[in-house]
């Protein structure tokens, strides 16, 4: 909702609010350059008589004065029968050159008042104010969302180029973007006399005197002695040979008539609330006498554009992610629904290939995420749930509120339903969330029309065969196929390797990759841009690396984010392992394809508490990666588990540096084959009070490693937090126990 609030309006009116942005930034360049052009003398230095008298000594014919908010003083006069206008020094009233207003800048003034369309081009642009202060608003809460909060908002941000970006912008310009939006509403409202603009009559011109007496030179006149250049808006002298007219007199406190021959301030306007209110609103505005605030104001008005550039973007990768389901019939008029739990999408495009067979042969057809689980199915005769697996036998992103929403399910009718799972056997739960979802279906009283059946690594032929059991199902011919893209790879060169672990039977291997130097146009900018030519991960993400020989990817979680410049993995050699064998016998320059699948779930969370990282063997690579990016030194407890100090201790070097700068707080390896050894599971035990005083402070735990190590500690948690009424499960449920098992 929140979202839709942010994006439908930015995407409605997002090139009127960035004419408003690119003009406003350009317009608020001019009293900084007018500020620039103009010594502006002390308070007390200049009287407004003083500097009338000097250029009463230049001009001849002068009919008024102006002092703009920056200081710079203008000079109307008349020469012969021709109207001048001319800039003055205001400290020796002397020229400095002709005053002409630029036309580029008026035709800009108008665009960003009006679009140059008059009074509906007004109406856009307080329109657009008013959106903008809806996006600042509802960019915020998104941001705030994203980060965790209020505290969090400084922390580094996550995400594509597009997000980074567009975040970044937003919480760097959005005071700026709020003052402009705020003042520009006011003032648009001002101008539709939606608000009032203050007192709007002039004050009341003076009685003639029936014979005045001469007019004396201006540099003499007492009102104007007591005044302050500084205080000065505008001087407008008397009809030339007309001794009953008099001076008139705007300043920053109000508006007044003076007496031409005795100089007396006859009537005086003060300004009321309201207008210095409108006053300093529209200063605030457009930085008149404010030039530095307009600048900074200009500055933040320069990332609007950017940001509604990014904000396309990244609705169109939005777009482009959330498949476009054709003839997709409504909830209630479905005959067949189909719902699907997917993180990567790949388990869309099976669902669109049934969607297509299923409304091919007749079917309406109905397709929504899991999360979309509709309160009842009216007409729905079968349910289609196909769904990924993610973490460790999690649901996928599209499913995690799927098993909330079953138990508030009400309707009457339900329709029989066929799980498809789709996972990786490479992951120890395979497809687990599907079985649990089918579960699930079973305790509230569904039916099942056909056995749960599992698709791995998104095998064509697996969803083939499949189909052809669905078909005797529902009595219908389908010929269900789906071919899914294959992940695009990426080249990466060894740059460095460091080996472990070969006198304990462990050969492990810390390999450290840097991109290829692509020769395309592309690569050849971003490097002339300093712009690395990886793609963006994180530690904790997985890199997928196809191994010659076969073509099923083998993952390998991630050591480094792409910001460290390099990615690093960790890997253990297993006996006849093709891609840990291939990875093993890579030397420095060679090079291998590979992709990045992220893992994004895998993440200490940001804040103060406290983060326990438990790992054993290559399990400590994404710890490692979490520790070193740790520059806010919050407190982080590492809990791993070896074979030989002597021999395998993974990132020994690193670590003590990262202890001795305290972004590692308590450094705890354990090693299996010395005396008096033993394992993680171990350690943790030992410091069990600990532990449980680390959890009530809100700490988060984070295991990688091995199926089997993964269970234990599991096991032990639970053993540890038991006295606390808490266990794993729990704290799974509250993002603190997060695990990268494989
Ligand atoms: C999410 C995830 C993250 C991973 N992260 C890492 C990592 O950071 N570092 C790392 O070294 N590995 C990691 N792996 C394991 C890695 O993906 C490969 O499975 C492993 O390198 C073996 O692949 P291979 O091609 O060398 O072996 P294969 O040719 O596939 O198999 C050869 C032999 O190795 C055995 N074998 C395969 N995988 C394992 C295993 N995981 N445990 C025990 N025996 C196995 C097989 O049973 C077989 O006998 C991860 C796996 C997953 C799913
Ligand atoms: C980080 C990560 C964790 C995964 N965990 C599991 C798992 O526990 N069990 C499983 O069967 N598959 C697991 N998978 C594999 C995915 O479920 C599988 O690739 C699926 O086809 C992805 O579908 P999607 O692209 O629609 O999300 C995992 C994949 C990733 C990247």
């Known amino acids: 909702m929140l979202r839709r609030i942010h994006s439908l309006p930015a995407l409605v009116l997002g090139l009127l609010i960035a004419v408003l942005a690119i ?81 580029t800048t008026r035709w800009i003034k108008n665009l960003h008042r009006s679009f140059l369309a008059d009074t509906p081009g007004r109406a856009a642009a307080g329109i657009s104010a008013l959106t903008m202060l809806v ?26 180029f597009s997000q980074r970006w567009h975040s970044e912008l937003g919480r760097i310009a959005l005071l700026g973007l709020l003052m402009s939006a705020l003042t520009g509403i006011l003032m648009s409202a001002t101008t539709f006399g939606l608000i009032p603009e203050g007192a709007d009559t002039e004050p009341a011109f003076p009685t003639a005197v029936e014979t005045p007496d001469a007019p004396v030179p201006v540099g003499t006149l007492p009102a104007l002695l007591e005044m302050d250049l500084q205080d000065l808006r505008e001087l407008v002298y008397p009809m030339p040979d007309t001794p009953s007219d008099f001076y008139s007199l705007a300043t920053a406190q109000g508006d007044g008539y003076i007496d031409q021959a005795t100089g007396v301030l006859l009537v005086f306007q003060p300004h009321d609330r309201v ?22 104001l200009g500055v933040c008005a320069l990332s609007v554009p950017v940001m509604s550039a990014t904000g396309v973007v990244m609705w169109w990768q939005r777009r482009r992610l959330m498949p476009r389901i054709a003839n997709n019939s409504g909830a209630q008029a479905a005959d067949t629904v189909i719902l699907v739990g997917s993180e990567g999408n790949s388990t869309w495009g099976f669902a669109n290939a049934l969607h297509d067979a299923l409304h091919k042969a007749g079917k309406r057809v109905h397709t929504a995420p899991m999360n979309l689980l509709a309160k009842e199915y009216r007409q729905a005769r079968h349910l289609f749930v196909l769904t990924a697996t993610y973490g460790d036998g999690d649901a996928p992103t599209s499913a995690r509120q799927f ?58 032929q697996e969803f083939a065969r499949w189909g052809e059991a669905v078909e005797p199902a529902l009595s219908l011919k389908l010929g269900l196929t789906h071919v899914p893209s294959h992940p695009q790879t990426c080249p990466l060169e060894l ?67 792409s910001s460290d410049g390099f990615l690093e993995i960790c890997v253990r050699k297993h006996p006849g392992g093709l891609c840990s064998g291939m990875l093993h016998d890579l030397q420095p320059g060679a090079r291998i394809d590979a992709f990045i699948q992220p893992n994004p779930d ?9 983060v326990v990282l438990i790992g054993a063997g290559t399990g400590i690579g994404p710890l490692a990666g979490f520790i070193r990016n740790n520059t806010g030194k919050h407190p982080m407890y ?76 599991r096991q032990t948690i639970d053993a540890i937090v038991a006295p606390i009424g808490l266990d794993v499960a729990t704290l799974k449920l509250q993002g603190r126990y997060r695990e990268d098992v494989f």
């Open 135 to 160: 996006l600042c608003v509802s960019g915020m809460a998104l941001l705030l969302k994203r980060v965790g909060g209020w505290r969090q908002l400084l922390r580094p941000l996550r995400g594509s």
């Open 602 to 610: 895998f993440r200490p969370a940001s804040g103060k508490s406290p």
């Open 403 to 460: 098993l909330a929403r079953l138990e508030r399910f009400s309707g009457d009718n339900k329709p029989a339903f066929a799980v498809l799972g789709f996972g990786d056997r490479q992951f120890p739960r395979f497809c687990q969330f599907a079985r649990e979802a089918r579960e699930a279906l079973f305790r509230r009283g569904w039916t099942e029309f056909l056995e749960l059946d599992t698709v791995d690594r998104q095998s064509s």
């Open 23 to 103: 003009s406003g930034a350009i317009l608020s360049v001019n009293p900084a350059i007018d500020r620039l052009g103009t010594t502006v003398p002390e308070r007390g230095q200049v009287s407004v008589a003083l500097l009338a008298e000097r250029i009463a000594e230049n001009f001849v014919g002068v009919e008024q004065i102006q002092r703009s908010p920056s200081g710079s003083i203008i000079v109307y006069y008349n020469q012969g029968d021709r109207a001048e206008a001319m800039r003055v020094d205001p400290l020796s009233g002397k020229a400095i050159g002709p005053y002409a207003p630029s036309p």
């Open 495 to 561: 740059i460095s390797r460091m080996d472990y672990g070969a006198q304990v039977n462990a050969p492990t291997s810390i390999l450290r990759f840097g991109p290829v130097a692509s020769p395309s146009a592309g690569g050849r900018l971003r490097r002339m841009l300093g712009i690395s030519e990886l793609p963006h991960f994180d530690a904790g993400d997985l890199v997928g690396i196809v191994a010659p020989g076969s073509p099923v990817p083998r993952f390998y979680s991630l050591a480094s984010g």
């Open 275 to 296: 207008q210095n209110i409108h006053e300093l609103i529209y200063r605030l505005h457009t930085g008149e006498g404010l030039w530095w605030l307009g600048l900074l």
């Open 638 to 713: 590492l809990y791993w588990g070896g074979r030989d100090p002597a021999s395998d201790f993974l990132y020994e070097p690193e670590l003590d540096g990262y202890l001795a700068d305290h972004r590692l707080t308590g450094l705890n390896a354990i090693f299996s084959r010395t005396a008096n050894g033993g394992y993680v599971q171990d350690r943790l035990l030992d410091h069990a009070s600990q532990m449980r005083r680390l959890i009530e402070d809100g700490a988060q735990i984070l295991v990688c490693g091995g199926r089997a190590m993964a269970d234990s500690i």
